[in-house]
């Protein structure tokens, strides 16, 4: 399982650049998630006992059936740093050198911004009338 560190590096600069050119602003923390999945669980496990020893939460894996019945298995590494393209791509390289020795597939990193999809608009409805009230 050769990982193609040039594309996921490329990958991680252009979302940097895309999550700073959308306003996101790049002093605050982001919960960094990097992707990781193998078929063989034995070596995902390898993997996530690497990269906690590097300093990642790490996600339990999750299981899923393909169309031809095969399964894989799937975690995410965990991080919490700002938007700085330094530092995210020596993670990138650092995961990425993790999943190539365990022999598993890393997919890059993702983060969360923009509107939160979970927001309950009736809850910060009834808190606002609370405070209103007093």
Do not use: C
Request: net charge negative; hydrophobic share 35%; glycine share 4%.
């Amino acid at each position: 399982m050769a990982v193609d560190l040039d594309a996921l590096r490329a990958q991680s600069e252009e979302t940097v650049e895309a999550l700073l050119a959308d306003g996101a602003p790049a002093d605050d923390i982001y919960t960094i998630e990097h992707h990781l999945a193998s078929n063989d669980f034995s070596k995902l496990e390898k993997a996530a006992v690497e990269l906690v020893k590097a300093g990642y939460h790490v996600d339990d894996a999750d299981e899923f059936e393909l169309d031809d019945n095969s399964r894989f298995f799937a975690f995410v590494a965990v991080s919490e740093t700002s938007l700085d393209a330094h530092v995210l791509d020596m993670q990138t390289q650092e995961v990425a050198k993790i999943a190539d020795l365990a022999g598993v597939d890393y997919d890059g990193w993702g983060t969360y911004y923009g509107d939160d999809e979970d927001y309950d608009e009736d809850e910060y409805e009834d808190d606002s009338d609370e405070e209103s009230e007093h």
